[in-house]
């Protein structure tokens, strides 16, 4: 699918190509030759490979171009005007995309190989002098020839480093994903090419909004890919998630008060039951006054990834208390709870989804666990061009990390991707 969009994007190059107006004489010829147009690129053979080391390999063999354009030519005493069909046979084009990461850290194409050949040229005449020109054909196929050919390179040049790096340039590599908490999808080094892939190692870490420079250290196992079946996969390690709990969690959203009427009637019910003997104990006049909890974690959740599963381990203190109006609370308890808790990932990639789903009623089931499932449910976009969407993902869970396969869906050529990254303001991008 890739190829394909390739090949479409540098038809479409190679047709926008410009050639310079050729002027001189030949015996008695004088011409002029204008307006060259190219009509129809037909690519016998082309592929586009991976190049071990190096980036990617665009190759084209055999191929033909058919032009057109005006001459202007004075024989003698005669002057003639009229257009000249060509076609340029045994093209090839042998290119190589550099693949780097910029300072930011975004993917780009640094350099660009290019070597172009025809293997040769020919021209048909129209007009009452026609067959005349033809001795002239040789010499104006050999100029043409040469100029065709010097436009080749310059026109996959202007694709890669200018065209395809605009697009590349308005992926942001580090955004906000909502009030809170920002990512960061920035390269840590170069791509790696190997004969059957780019592998590219991003940083996949969320940071606090508010202190940018307080994130979490990562000790994490790097994920390792083995697969094949898919076009992409994106290998999550627990440092990932963790990052994002943690830094939610410096951004103080694991915490709150419930009470009043943000109390739920099944929490308020569990606590009344719950210390319904010790309200009788210290005084049966505050049994019908409202109840509050207080939750907040004493650290970061923290994630742990097995063949299994994933789960999250949340620790919390719970406070709860009884508001008799006019008077100052009255403690009920204080303890320390510890809750471990499934994550399912549903792999949709462009949106990831995490949901934590919850077991026996609990005060923390109620109360933190709807945090972290209002605060990951909406998941996180993996950075990608308008256009381009993951397909047919398939998740699959190791110790330490998992990976999402998927299959890449072009709903947009790549032209138009670019066309419309290039007319837009890019958001949020750095």
Same mark, same amino acid.
């Given at each position: 699918?890739?190829?394909?969009?390739?090949?479409?994007?540098?038809?479409?190059?190679?047709?926008?190509?410009?050639?310079?107006?050729?002027?001189?004489?030949?015996?008695?010829?004088?011409?002029?030759i204008?307006?060259?147009?190219?009509?129809?690129?037909?690519?016998?053979?082309?592929?586009?490979?991976?190049?071990?080391?190096?980036?990617?390999?665009?190759?084209?063999?055999?191929?033909?171009?058919?032009?057109?354009?005006?001459?202007?030519?004075?024989?003698?005493?005669?002057?003639?005007?009229?257009?000249?069909?060509?076609s340029?046979?045994?093209?090839?084009?042998?290119?190589?995309?550099?693949?780097?990461?910029?300072?930011?850290?975004?993917?780009?194409?640094?350099?660009?190989?290019?070597?172009?050949?025809?293997?040769?040229?020919?021209?048909?005449?129209?007009?009452?002098?026609?067959?005349?020109?033809?001795f002239?054909?040789?010499?104006?196929?050999?100029?043409?020839?040469?100029?065709?050919?010097?436009?080749?390179?310059?026109?996959?040049?202007?694709?890669?480093?200018?065209?395809?790096?605009?697009?590349?340039?308005?992926?942001?590599?580090?955004?906000?994903?909502?009030?809170?908490?920002?990512?960061?999808?920035? =390269?840590? #080094?170069?791509?790696? @090419?190997? &004969?059957?892939? $780019?592998?590219?190692?991003?940083?996949? !870490? %969320?940071?606090? *909004?508010?202190?940018?420079?307080?994130?979490?250290?990562?000790?994490?196992?790097?994920?390792?890919?083995?697969?094949?079946?898919?076009?992409?996969?994106?290998?999550l390690?627990?440092?990932?998630?963790?990052?994002?709990?943690?830094?939610?969690?410096?951004?103080?959203?694991?915490?709150?008060?419930?009470?009043?009427e943000?109390?739920?009637?099944?929490?308020?019910?569990?606590?009344?039951t719950?210390?319904?003997?010790?309200?009788?104990?210290?005084?049966?006049?505050?049994?019908?006054?409202?109840?509050?909890?207080?939750?907040?974690?004493?650290?970061?959740?923290?994630?742990?990834?097995?063949?299994?599963?994933?789960?999250?381990?949340?620790?919390?203190?719970?406070?709860?208390?009884v508001?008799?109006?006019?008077?100052?609370?009255?403690? =009920?308890s #204080?303890?320390?709870? @510890?809750? &471990?808790?499934? $994550?399912?990932?549903?792999?949709?990639? !462009? %949106?990831?989804? *995490?949901?934590?789903?919850?077991?026996?009623?609990?005060?923390?089931?109620?109360?933190?666990?709807?945090?972290?499932?209002?605060?990951?449910?909406?998941?996180?976009?993996?950075p990608?061009?308008?256009?381009?969407?993951?397909?047919?993902?398939?998740?699959?869970?190791?110790?330490?990390?998992?990976?999402?396969?998927?299959?890449?869906?072009?709903?947009?050529?790549?032209?138009e991707?670019?066309?419309?990254?290039?007319?837009?303001?890019?958001?949020?991008?750095?």
């Amino acid at each position: 699918m890739l190829k394909y969009e390739t090949q479409k994007f540098v038809v479409e190059e190679l047709s926008n190509i410009t050639m310079p107006e050729m002027k001189g004489n030949e015996g008695r010829f004088e011409y002029t030759i204008n307006e060259v147009k190219i009509n129809e690129l037909n690519l016998t053979y082309a592929d586009l490979a991976f190049q071990p080391g190096l980036g990617l390999l665009f190759e084209v063999q055999n191929s033909s171009i058919a032009l057109s354009f005006q001459r202007r030519i004075l024989y003698w005493f005669f002057y003639d005007t009229g257009a000249i069909n060509a076609s340029a046979e045994g093209v090839n084009i042998h290119t190589v995309l550099h693949m780097t990461k910029d300072e930011l850290g975004r993917l780009k194409i640094s350099n660009i190989t290019c070597d172009a050949s025809i293997g040769k040229m020919k021209m048909k005449f129209t007009g009452t002098l026609g067959r005349v020109y033809d001795f002239l054909a040789t010499f104006l196929t050999t100029g043409m020839r040469f100029l065709l050919n010097q436009q080749i390179c310059p026109a996959m040049n202007h694709a890669g480093l200018v065209l395809i790096n605009s697009l590349l340039e308005t992926i942001p590599v580090r955004t906000e994903v909502d009030k809170y908490v920002g990512i960061d999808y920035s =390269l840590l #080094s170069d791509p790696v @090419v190997t &004969s059957r892939s $780019l592998d590219m190692d991003f940083r996949g !870490m %969320f940071f606090e *909004l508010e202190n940018e420079n307080n994130t979490l250290v990562n000790y994490a196992v790097n994920p390792i890919v083995r697969e094949y079946d898919r076009m992409v996969y994106l290998g999550l390690s627990e440092y990932f998630f963790d990052s994002g709990l943690y830094s939610y969690y410096k951004a103080g959203i694991f915490q709150m008060n419930i009470a009043n009427e943000r109390m739920p009637k099944d929490l308020e019910m569990l606590l009344r039951t719950t210390y319904f003997g010790t309200i009788m104990m210290m005084n049966p006049a505050l049994v019908e006054y409202p109840i509050s909890l207080r939750l907040e974690l004493n650290s970061a959740p923290k994630t742990t990834i097995k063949t299994s599963g994933a789960t999250v381990a949340v620790t919390a203190i719970a406070t709860v208390m009884v508001l008799p109006p006019g008077t100052a609370p009255v403690q =009920l308890s #204080s303890m320390t709870m @510890v809750r &471990s808790c499934l $994550l399912m990932l549903k792999a949709f990639l !462009m %949106f990831g989804i *995490l949901s934590v789903y919850q077991n026996p009623l609990t005060m923390l089931q109620i109360s933190i666990v709807p945090i972290i499932n209002n605060w990951t449910k909406r998941g996180v976009s993996i950075p990608l061009a308008d256009g381009l969407d993951f397909i047919e993902e398939v998740v699959e869970y190791h110790n330490g990390y998992l990976i999402i396969g998927a299959n890449l869906h072009f709903s947009k050529g790549l032209r138009e991707m670019i066309e419309r990254k290039i007319q837009a303001d890019p958001e949020n991008a750095i």
